[in-house]
C-alpha cells in the first residue's frame, strides 16, 4: 500500500518519542530557515519561504496516530518512507483494513504481489553468492563506522555490498539503513561481522537461481 502523509519520513523509527524528537528538529530548522531567507529579501528566497509548509498540530497527531497503528496491528509489516511517500509491504489484509480507516493517508495505491519463491529466499539470475543479510537501523559512532568500513573494505574481494551501503561508505552520515545488505558465501562470514559490531544484521535470506 502506498500513500501520502506530511512529514511521514519522521517515521523511519517506530517510536513515539523518537517522533516527536525529529518534528521539534525540523520546526527547529524550519524556522532558522524561514529567517534566513527573510534577511536575503530577494525574490528566490520569497518564493522558497512561500513554498515550505508549516507542520501543524494535526501533522503531529496524524503521524502518531498512523505509528500507533502498525506498532499494535501485531502484523508482520515493513514499512518504507521517503520525505512524504510512504510504502507498507504486508501479507496481512488486517493491516490494510486498519490503514485504510485513517483519514489522514492520502493518494492511496495498492499493489499485490504473488510470491511464488520459498520463505526466506531471494531470487536473482546467475547468483554470484550464497546469502543476503540485511542491515539494521543504526547510529554509529565515528569510530564504529571507520571500524565497519575497515572490515567492509578488506572483505570486498570475497562479498557484493547492495549500492547504498558502497555509497554509504564514502558518506559522512553514520546512521545505517535496513536496505542496506552484503552478499556473502559462507556462515562465518556473519560471526566476523558480529565481532565488528553485533546485532546489525536484522534478517539473512538463501540466495536461489530465478527460474
Excluded at 141 to 168: H, I, Y
Aim: neutral net charge; hydrophobic residues 35%; glycine residues 2%.
Amino acid at each position: 500500500m502506498g500513500f501520502c502523509l506530511d512529514e511521514v519520513s519522521c517515521l523511519r523509527e517506530l517510536d513515539h518519542a523518537y517522533i516527536d524528537t525529529m518534528i521539534e528538529r525540523r520546526i527547529a530548522w524550519n524556522e532558522v530557515a524561514q529567517q534566513r531567507w527573510h534577511r536575503a529579501n530577494n525574490t528566490v528566497g520569497n518564493i522558497l519561504s512561500h513554498r515550505r509548509k508549516e507542520i501543524t498540530d494535526q501533522t503531529i497527531t496524524d503521524l502518531h496516530e498512523l505509528a500507533e497503528v502498525l506498532m499494535t496491528s501485531g502484523c508482520e509489516f515493513k514499512l518504507v518512507v521517503s520525505v512524504n511517500q510512504g510504502h507498507v509491504y504486508t501479507n496481512d489484509l488486517t493491516l490494510i483494513d486498519q490503514l485504510d480507516q485513517l483519514n489522514s493517508l492520502t493518494h492511496r495505491s495498492y499493489t499485490r504481489a504473488v510470491i511464488t519463491r520459498p520463505r526466506d529466499t531471494i531470487q536473482l539470475k546467475n547468483p554470484q553468492h550464497q546469502y543476503r543479510s540485511y542491515f539494521r537501523l543504526a547510529k554509529l559512532t565515528t569510530d564504529q563506522k571507520a571500524q565497519l568500513v575497515r572490515f567492509l573494505q578488506n572483505q570486498q574481494e570475497s562479498v557484493r555490498l547492495s549500492p547504498g551501503l558502497e555509497a554509504w561508505i564514502d558518506h559522512p552520515f553514520n546512521r545505517t539503513q535496513d536496505y542496506f545488505f552484503v552478499d556473502y558465501d559462507s556462515a562465518l562470514w556473519l560471526t566476523m561481522l558480529a565481532l565488528v559490531h553485533p546485532s546489525l544484521i536484522r534478517k539473512t535470506m538463501q540466495i536461489i537461481p530465478a527460474k
